[in-house]
Nanobody, 125 residues
Framework: HVQLVESGGGLVQAGGSLRLSCAGS????????MGWFCQAPGKERAFVGAISWSGGSTYYADSVKGRFTVSRDNAKNTVYLQMYSLTPEDTAVYYC??????????????????WGQGTQVTVSS
């Protein structure tokens, strides 16, 4: 079992940037595919980005390509989501998630086994 704790959310003006962190517990954290999702009020949880266990492969939703970057530091058991050029449409609760079994479904919440509690990102216009 792994526990995930997100941090770094907050209020930012449009055009600004934020870096979210996701700290994981456990010695096997470095073996997991990690993903980031967001959920706005009244909407389903949506894929943002994902990163392979080594960090060698990353994947992004079309809406964030070129603006967001997912990275990880396995020595610190931490995954990051760097967000640039934020818009009010990016306002949501952001969750990190761990795929223990490499389901291959990195783009859907069903592909992940463990979730953090989420961190709120609010972008003002």
């Amino acid at each position: 079992h792994v526990q995930l704790v997100e941090s770094g959310g907050g209020l930012v003006q449009a055009g600004g940037s934020l870096r979210l962190s996701c700290a994981g517990s456990g010695r096997t954290f470095s073996r997991y595919m990690m993903g980031w999702f967001c959920q706005a009020p009244g909407k389903e949880r949506a894929f943002v980005g994902a990163i392979s266990w080594s960090g060698g492969s990353t994947y992004y939703a079309d809406s964030v390509k070129g603006r967001f970057t997912v990275s990880r530091d396995n020595a610190k058991n931490t995954v990051y989501l760097q967000m640039y050029s934020l818009t009010p449409e990016d306002t949501a609760v952001y969750y990190c998630a761990a795929d223990r079994y490499y389901s291959g479904s990195y783009y859907t919440p069903a592909g992940y086994d463990y979730w953090g509690q989420g961190t709120q990102v609010t972008v003002s216009s």
